[in-house]
């Protein structure tokens, strides 16, 4: 029987943890650092890219991501070295995407081309906001301008750019949102991202927040409202989502990304990053220390990961729902039963179809556009015993 794995491919995540700043709406594991040893960050990735081939000999590689943090900080020889170590280790994909996440205050134009000498081919920009307001409310470095002009040079040395823009943000009307997205469809190559600001705990925000003091925050509705509009305005662009948050030109989708909604295996390298990998038929989590420090001395001796957790039948099943209906194209229910014996309540998914939150068409089950909309209570129905 085919490893389940293959149906949504192989990937790698490599995290840098430096930033320039922290957001205050942030809560990856970043940090502010004066002072970086570029060349033992290298050092310690080729490590522990050399650790984890081992575990998986004969692969065909998809993807690698570089996230953060601001990847865009490392020096572009790093970027170079792992990539060649990561050549020589797996055969790469014939469609194979290499991202690196750039924030538009640490970009120059020799430094991209750099990167796409290196073997990047596609570049995730945190531009945030279009206007110069928002973006220090953001705690953003870089201006709209700086922004529009960091833009420019990546669509110059890549022919992949997507961009983030955030959007319910405090005291945003419907209207400056909706002028805010045409301009940003208007710069779009292939892919954007569009997320609604959340306020979590343990954020500058979330602190702020806490005591009554993050003003001008969006109702409910008119978060639904700034929602359904942007899936609108992008599906008429030639955009449409096809993630909750994720929009693109058919064929431009993050292949990275894909592989953890389509619920693939994929090594996570770096501090705090988390990975999914099969061995000998059995799915194990696996989670590298967080803190830059204790994670750079570990991969001295190759003990950055705690220990793996094994994925029980059951849980590997939920995983695939929560992540897969996250998607347009939703999740084939023969792949579900092949990999745990649970099955779906029929009536409440019976009910679900009533409502017209989710759909079925043949083995695939989807959510519908009003289902995404609440799709956290939709899955939660969905699991319920």
């Given at each position: 029987m085919t490893e389940d794995w293959r149906h949504g491919g192989f990937g790698l995540y490599i995290h840098w943890p430096y930033c320039e700043a922290k957001c205050p709406y942030c809560d990856f594991n970043s940090h502010v650092s004066q002072t970086i040893d570029q060349s033992a960050w290298a050092d310690a990735y080729l490590r522990e890219l050399d650790r984890t081939a081992a575990l998986t000999p004969g692969r065909?590689?998809?993807?690698v991501f570089f996230g953060g943090g601001t990847p865009s900080l490392m020096n572009p020889d790093t970027v170079a070295r792992i990539?060649?170590?990561i050549g020589q280790h797996w055969t790469l994909a014939n469609d194979f995407e290499a991202t690196l996440e750039a924030n538009p205050s640490s970009v120059e134009a020799s430094r991209f081309r750099a990167y796409a000498e290196a073997g990047v081919n596609r570049v995730s920009m945190g531009i945030q906001a279009l206007n110069d307001a928002d973006?220090?409310?953001l705690g953003r470095l870089h201006s709209a301008a700086e922004a529009r002009a960091a833009f420019d040079i990546a669509r110059a040395c890549f022919d992949r750019v997507s961009f983030d823009l955030i959007y319910a943000r405090q005291d945003q009307t419907l209207e400056q949102w909706q002028?805010?997205?045409g301009e940003a469809l208007t710069m779009a190559i292939d892919h954007l991202s569009l997320y609604q600001l959340t306020i979590e705990p343990g954020t500058a925000f979330g602190a702020r927040d806490k005591i009554g003091k993050l003003?001008?925050?969006p109702t409910e509705d008119l978060g639904v409202d700034m929602y359904e509009l942007t899936q609108e305005l992008c599906e008429a662009a030639g955009m449409p989502a096809y993630e909750v948050s994720n929009h693109a030109q058919i064929g431009s989708e993050s292949r990275h990304n894909l592989i953890y909604w389509r619920h693939g295996d994929y090594l996570g390298i770096g501090p705090g990053a988390h990975g999914r990998l099969t061995l000998n038929g059995k799915r194990f989590a696996t989670e590298a220390y967080m803190l830059p420090d204790i994670w750079l001395r570990r991969a001295q001796i190759g003990t950055t990961e705690k220990?793996?957790?094994?994925?029980?039948?059951e849980d590997q099943a939920s995983e695939l729902?929560?992540?897969g209906l996250r998607l347009s194209e939703g999740v084939d229910l023969e792949r579900?039963?092949?990999l745990s014996p649970m099955s779906l309540n029929q009536e409440r998914l019976a009910n679900l179809i009533d409502l017209g939150l989710v759909e079925t068409e043949g083995r695939q089950l989807r959510a519908t556009p009003s289902g995404r909309i609440i799709l956290n209570s939709v899955i939660a129905e969905l699991l319920a015993p």
């Open positions: 065909v590689l998809n993807s990539m060649e170590r973006l220090k409310r002028s805010e997205l003003r001008g925050l220990p793996h957790e094994q994925i029980s039948a729902l929560i992540m579900l039963g092949a």
